[in-house]
């Protein structure tokens, strides 16, 4: 009975781990905490879309908050032993689960009041922990497929449910701090936007 119970114990631990989001998006284990600011690009001309202030532990999101250009809060989350809470300042706040499936799968799903369901995509990884492909199973059930050249995100295919591709997004890092992370990245749209985002990183 203890081996029974140990066992369910451990399934159900393995079942709601996470991935971590260091090795999901490439960045060194070492990372604290981060910035992340992202600009539309159009005629030469920056102009601030969001700021992100994102909190690490063991490699996993612990907190984040995001704002909009005025520095207007848009959404804030925070980490809890089951489930990350997402708070917003005009609504309720919304409850993502995620669960561990075979071959190398992530469901993760946001729930208002716990039972809800408000969305839900299926991540695929790679062997080496980076993001292979996303699909939305709520609501586009659109997938992003995502591709890499030695070692860094090139470009992300979005297709319909169909399998028609429905946009591209070429991925080009223009600057890199010595712990390998991207600091400076441009990602140009097959549908013409243009977006900078700006990553400043801290470090233990």
């Known amino acids: ?52 202030e994102i909190g690490f532990k063991k490699g996993r999101i612990k907190y984040s908050k995001t704002f909009d250009s005025s520095g207007n809060l848009l959404q804030e989350t925070n980490k809890k032993m089951w489930f990350t809470e997402e708070l917003y300042p005009n609504k309720e706040k919304l409850y993502r689960k995620t669960r561990w499936k075979p071959n190398r799968r992530e469901r993760i799903s946001t729930y208002l009041k716990k039972q809800d369901k408000k969305s839900e995509s299926i991540y695929h990884y790679n062997k080496d922990g980076s993001i292979n492909k996303i699909v939305d199973n709520f609501s586009t059930f659109q997938t992003q497929h995502f591709y890499y050249i030695d070692n860094e995100l090139s470009k992300i295919e979005i297709t319909s449910k169909e399998g028609k591709v429905v946009d591209e997004v070429s991925i080009e890092c223009k600057e890199k701090d010595n712990q390998g992370t991207c600091l400076k990245q441009i990602r140009t749209s097959k549908k013409g936007v243009k977006e900078e985002i700006i990553i400043k990183p801290v470090y233990d």
């Open 1 to 52: 009975m203890r081996i029974f119970c140990f066992l369910l114990l451990l399934f159900t631990l393995q079942s709601c781990a996470t991935k971590k989001y260091t090795e999901a998006h490439l960045l060194p284990d070492g990372i604290k905490s981060a910035t992340e600011e992202t600009f539309t690009v159009k005629n030469n001309q920056k102009k601030l879309l969001q700021k992100k």
